[in-house]
C-alpha cells in the first residue's frame, strides 16, 4: 500500500484546524448549557398553519397567554396557511431547533399530508412531539331541511340513495374529508364529496341547505346546532357527549368501527435539545390543569389532553399508520 505524503505545512494547517474545532466546541457547550438553563429568554413564535379564528387557533392562543404570563416572555401567534398546512409545517421545519419556534397543528400537516402528496418539502415524521393540547370529537351534521332526522334513520336514507346525498369537507385530505370516506367504507354506502376551503364555507352551504352532510369538529358545530341551523344526528366519538348526551354515536348508529376525532398538538424542529421540549411540556402540561383553562376548553368543546412527550409521538405514530392506510386505499389526490 502505497503511503500518502503530508507536507510539514499540511501537517501544521490540519492539526490547526482539529484544534480549532476542539475550541470551538468546549466554547459552544458551555453556552448551550446556558441557554438551557435561561430558557425562554426572548420572543416564543407558535406557528398555526391554517387561518385565525378556528379552533386550531384559538387553541395555541389560549396556550400562549398562559406561557406568556408564567415565563414572563412575549409569546406570539403566527398564522402560515396555504397547501393543507404544509406552509407553515415547512416554516417550523426550517427553523433553528433552539426552542424558540413552535408548530401548533391539527393531524393534517403532522399525520395526512405525507401519505397524500407525493412529494413535501420536509419530512413530517422528524419534527419533535411536544404535548397534544387538547382533543374534540368530529360530529355528524345535516342540513335542515334533510329529510331524514336521526342518525340510524340518515344511514338507511343514504343506504337507499347511493351516490346522491352529498358530504361536504374543509377539504382535500382533510379530517372531515377522511371522516367522510372512512364512513362509506364501513357502512358500505356511497356519497357525493363536496370539499370546501376551510369549514365556514361548508358550514354555510350546509345551512343554506346546499349540501347534505358535513362531519365537523364539536366545538365549530355545537353553537349553530344550539341555534337551530343545522341539525347534529350523531357524534364521531366511542362514548356519547356530555353536551349532546341524547345523541348516539354514529356506532350505535349502526357503524360498527366508526371513530374521528381531531386533536391539536404542539410540535418543534427536528433536533431541538430534549431538555427544551420536556421544559415545554412540563409548562402546558401544568396549564391544562389550572381549572380556568379546562373551563376554557370546555366552552370551545374541547377536551383537555396533555400528557407525557412519548405518549404524543405515540399518538401521532398511530394517527400517522391510521389514515395513511385509509388515503391509499381510497387512492385520494390532492386538488
Sequence with gaps: ?????????????????????????????????????SYP??????????????????????IGERLQARWNQSVIIVNRSGAGGNIGAETVALAEPNGYTLLA???GPLVINEALYKELPFRPS???????????????????GFPAKSARAVL?????????????????GTTSHLAGILFQKLSNTSMLHVPYSGSAPALQDLM????????????????????QKLQIVAVGSLQRLAALEDLPTVVEAGVPGFES???????????TPPELLDRL??????????????????????????????????????????????????DIQPN
Design 41 to 62: 429568554s426572548a420572543t416564543i413564535r407558535i406557528v398555526v398553519p391554517y387561518p385565525a379564528g378556528g379552533t386550531a387557533d384559538a387553541l395555541p392562543r389560549i
Design 208 to 227: 343554506g341547505d346546499r349540501v347534505d352532510l358535513l362531519f365537523d369538529n364539536l366545538a365549530s358545530s355545537l353553537p349553530l346546532y344550539k341555534a
Design 281 to 330: 411540556n412540563k409548562a402546558v402540561n401544568e396549564i391544562l390543569a389550572e381549572p380556568s383553562l379546562k373551563a376554557k376548553f370546555a366552552e370551545l368543546g374541547v377536551q383537555p389532553v396533555g400528557g407525557t412527550r412519548a405518549e404524543t409521538e405515540g399518538l401521532i405514530t398511530r394517527e400517522r399508520q391510521r389514515w395513511g392506510e385509509l388515503i391509499r386505499a381510497a
Design 156 to 172: 338507511d336514507y343514504i343506504l337507499a340513495n347511493p351516490g346522491k346525498v352529498t358530504f361536504a369537507s374543509q377539504g382535500v
Design 126 to 144: 422528524e419534527l419533535e412531539p411536544v404535548i397534544v393540547m387538547g382533543s374534540v370529537a368530529n360530529v355528524m351534521d345535516v342540513r335542515p
Design 105 to 107: 397543528s391539527p393531524p
Design 1 to 37: 500500500m502505497m503511503a500518502l505524503s503530508l507536507s510539514s505545512a499540511t501537517v501544521l494547517a490540519l492539526a490547526r484546524y482539529v484544534a480549532s474545532l476542539i475550541v470551538t466546541v468546549m466554547a459552544v457547550a458551555p453556552v448551550a448549557a446556558e441557554n438551557l438553563a
Design 261 to 271: 376525532g381531531t386533536w391539536f398538538a404542539i410540535v418543534a424542529p427536528a433536533k
